[in-house]
């Protein structure tokens, strides 16, 4: 069958999509990205992933449109509503925030989107949660369009939030709603997040490919801990959340590696020794061989720990991040500082190395995790949904 | 699981093993990507990849040897030949990559330890890796003339650096993946897979996934041929192309000199990498050089071929597509507007392609054999 894939822009809604295209390809099935960056990076890095890909849109089009959704609202001011909301525990409220968040951009594809799919015809469509674009393509060729979870949080609602969001948009395409065929892929851990909602699926992390260096192969002498604040949060917010890393991090007997390139990492100052600032490296194979992670709690930064199996010191910034710290901190695999309050401390990092409760709580989730069913083992049923 | 994955740089020798890996990585297992050389090609699979050899001069190798070898393998007889090969130029060159590798390939298999090596068939220093980490070894044809025989001839030719590991007689390997549609290998020399074509990924552009306007024809000599044995073949294309009502997308890679082709018709096009899958979904035919991955991917999409080989395992491939009754096999002379013609109009050979692509699609899939190989490997190591 031909499968036409669609995300949102940006590296978290688009990487998750590579491992079950990949399973796609594998049981040999046509697969055809659709997507478009945030920045120009994003559409190549997608295309790293060896898939093929077209892009929907130019990335200066959502520069545009996240100004316009921000409207007027600095990004502090932005954080701190998005702190509210998430704290608040009104996951409907955040939901119906994200969708109109990310509806304008799914309008902004959608022709170009449904265009792609009237010519090359798929026999379903797999999607990200916020991405109502390739639906709509899906209900206009009467094929299912099966969403595919990336973080904990699956919604039942979320679907038809995006859906009358795009109400214009499904209009102007003269299509009545949304596919009548509907499926989940739900990355969730049994033990984690929303588990219940859909087909179950192993997440397996894609952070791009890339050429392993020597010392990350190895496990070091003392403990390497992972340091990142992801792809979005340095250029939005800043780097605050990791100045530690110049003020503590020098007191503490362990490896801190750090995804920053050299001209980020000055901005934190002189570091100390054992601090080692990196380009961008898969997350999961800088994991592979590290002791924790200190991290912004981005979906995918998150679930690539939990798969992997390291315990987490989450810094939330935005976005979803708050409830995935919290998710973390609920099911003991991890704990969350809140960077307003304080900086990460030597006391943090020496529970973060030492509290056997959370590494033993990230072993547990890690075996849940690899116990689900894979997205190779997902094909059979989508071939299944379309019949 | 934890598997190893090595492989010439070459094209002709990773793409065919991407496929497999992907299907390894989506089912949850993990991969390392172990090769030397040229990195460009492997790094855009979306994989982990690891330099065995880093410095490996790939272009002094190639230099001394590789228009020599492909010339004079091109009448196809020394390639598969009961005789002994070590002082033809082609396996002087598959020895030296070999001997470049190999101490940092089982090197790393001995940090990484594997459960399993899955090794190109050709890049045999696989089964030392496989050992030197106590796990099992796949050997994973690339063509339809990569057979377990000519592999095992081949590997003792070599069989100098598996002594300096202390292996006196060249081990099998306990898989064999054999790519070969049944029509063309009745029996498989182990596990049949489906060849899921990887041509290399990327961004398309908007008319590869459009419908063409007239019937589009492939022309491609692969990413070897053109460099060492020149774009022959595609010049008689374009001197016929002006009486056939077709379009023709001339795929001939970016190093490429195409000095002889100016003043091309109007319905001949050059292109510079297209990755062959995607062009061939928007082609009714193609004209090739006969390289083992692009005579599978020709296969796979089920068109007609003309098969013009221009040296290495060309002749095999193409003297195998002939009698499969999916296409001509023919020299650079034959190559004129008649026998396009007929490759666009004969239905006995767009019969016998679908029948070979219905074949190859019934082959248990990558995803199916990595399934296979998980239930006979995993937990070997970890």
Redesign the interface.
């Known amino acids: 069958m031909r499968v036409l894939v669609t995300a949102s822009p940006g590296l978290g809604h688009m990487l998750p999509m ?3 295209s ?2 796609l ?4 099935h ?1 697969v ?1 990205l659709a997507m478009a960056g945030r920045n120009a990076q994003h ?2 890095m997608l ?9 929907t849109q130019p990335h200066e089009t959502f520069v545009r449109l996240m100004d316009k959704a921000r409207d007027g609202m600095d990004v502090k001011a932005m954080q701190k509503l998005i702190r509210e909301v998430s704290r608040s525990g009104d996951a409907e409220r955040l939901m119906s925030f994200g969708a109109r968040l990310f509806a304008p951009q799914s309008d902004a594809v959608a022709d170009n989107v449904v265009a ?1 799919a009237d ?2 015809r798929p026999d379903l469509v797999v999607h990200s949660p916020m991405d109502g674009a390739g639906p709509l393509a899906a209900a206009r060729l009467g094929v299912p369009a099966v969403e595919q979870a990336y973080g904990l949080s699956s919604s039942e609602t979320r679907f038809a939030q995006i859906v009358e969001a795009l109400a214009d948009t499904y209009r102007r395409h003269g299509v009545d709603g949304p596919p009548t065929r509907h499926a989940l892929l739900n990355v969730a851990p049994p033990s984690m997040g929303t588990p219940a909602l859909g087909w179950a699926m ?1 997440y ?1 992390p ?1 952070n ?5 260096p020597d010392w990350l ?2 496990t070091p002498d003392r403990p390497r801990v992972i340091v990142t604040l992801g792809t979005v949060i340095p250029g939005f917010a800043g780097l605050g959340p990791l100045q530690w890393l110049a003020d503590v991090a020098g007191d503490l007997d362990a490896e801190f590696v750090v995804t920053l390139d050299n001209a980020e990492a000055e901005q934190l100052g002189a570091l100390p020794d054992n601090v080692r600032p990196v380009s961008y490296t ?1 997350l999961n ?1 800088l994991l ?1 061989t590290s002791a924790a992670i200190i991290h912004h709690g981005g979906s995918g930064s998150t679930m690539t720990s939990l798969a992997m199996g390291v315990p987490q010191l989450v810094v939330p910034q935005g976005a979803d991040q708050f409830s995935n710290a919290y998710e973390v901190a609920k099911r003991g695999a991890g704990f969350e500082v809140d960077t307003e309050v304080a900086q990460v401390g030597a006391d943090d990092l020496t529970r973060l190395l030492t509290d056997a409760s959370l590494a033993a709580a990230a072993a547990e989730v890690k075996a849940e995790i ?1 116990a689900q069913p ?4 997902l ?1 059979s049923r989508l071939v299944e949904l379309v019949g | 699981m934890r598997v190893l994955v090595t492989a010439l740089s070459g094209h002709g020798h990773l793409f065919p093993l ?3 890996a ?2 390894l ?4 297992h ?1 991969v ?1 990507f172990a090769t030397a050389g040229d ?1 460009t090609a ?10 065995v050899a880093p410095g490996l001069d790939m272009g002094k190798l190639v230099g001394q040897n590789a228009g020599q070898a492909f010339r004079s393998s091109t009448s196809g007889r020394r390639f598969d030949a009961e005789i002994d090969m070590r002082d033809h130029p082609a396996f002087r060159l598959f020895n030296g990559l070999a001997e470049g590798m190999v101490d940092g390939l089982v090197g ?1 298999a001995r ?2 330890r594997p459960d399993v090596v899955v090794y190109e068939a050709m890049n045999l220093i696989g089964l030392l890796a496989a050992r030197a980490a106590g796990a099992g070894s796949v050997s994973h044809a690339i063509g339809v003339a990569h057979n377990k025989d000519l592999m095992a001839r081949f590997g003792a030719m070599q069989i100098d650096i598996f002594q300096r590991y202390g292996v006196d007689e060249l081990p099998e390997p306990d898989v064999f993946l054999d790519v070969a549609p049944p029509s063309m290998k009745p029996e498989p020399d182990g596990w049949p897979m ?1 060849y ?1 074509p ?1 041509n ?5 552009p ?1 008319w590869l ?3 063409p306007e007239r019937p589009r024809v492939t022309v491609t000599l692969g990413t070897v041929a053109p460099m060492l044995t020149g774009v022959g073949p595609v010049e008689r294309i374009a001197a016929a192309a002006a009486k056939i009502d077709a379009e023709f997308v001339v795929a001939l890679g970016s190093n490429v000199d195409t000095s002889s082709l100016r003043d091309l018709p109007d319905n001949v096009r050059l292109v510079g990498y297209v ?1 062959l ?2 062009l061939l ?1 928007s082609s009714i035919a193609v004209v090739h050089h006969g390289g083992a991955g692009t005579t599978l991917t020709a296969l796979d999409a089920g068109v007609p071929q003309v098969v013009v080989p221009q040296g290495a395992d060309g002749p095999i491939n193409a003297a195998a597509v002939a009698a499969a009754g999916c296409g001509l096999n023919v020299t650079d002379e034959e190559l004129d507007a008649q026998l396009v013609e007929r490759l666009l109009t004969d239905d006995a050979l767009r019969s016998s392609a679908e029948r070979v692509r219905a074949e190859m ?1 019934a082959m248990p ?4 054999v ?2 296979r190989l998980s239930k006979n490997f995993g937990g070997q190591n970890s």
């Open positions: 590579v491992p079950i990949w399973a390809r594998a049981a040999g046509e055809l559409v190549p295309a790293a992933s060896g898939l093929h890909v077209v892009e792609i010519e090359w192993r397996v894609f791009g490919g890339g050429q392993l192969l190895r898969p194979a592979a690899a894979a997205p190779a083992a094909v | 991407v496929t497999t992907w299907a990585r989506s089912a949850g993990e390392l990195m492997v790094k855009a699979t979306g994989l982990h990849s690891y330099d790393l940090d990484w489906r899921v990887y290399g990924g990327g961004q398309l908007g996934t459009g419908r990755p899958g995607p979904a699609h899939s990558p995803a199916e990595a399934d």
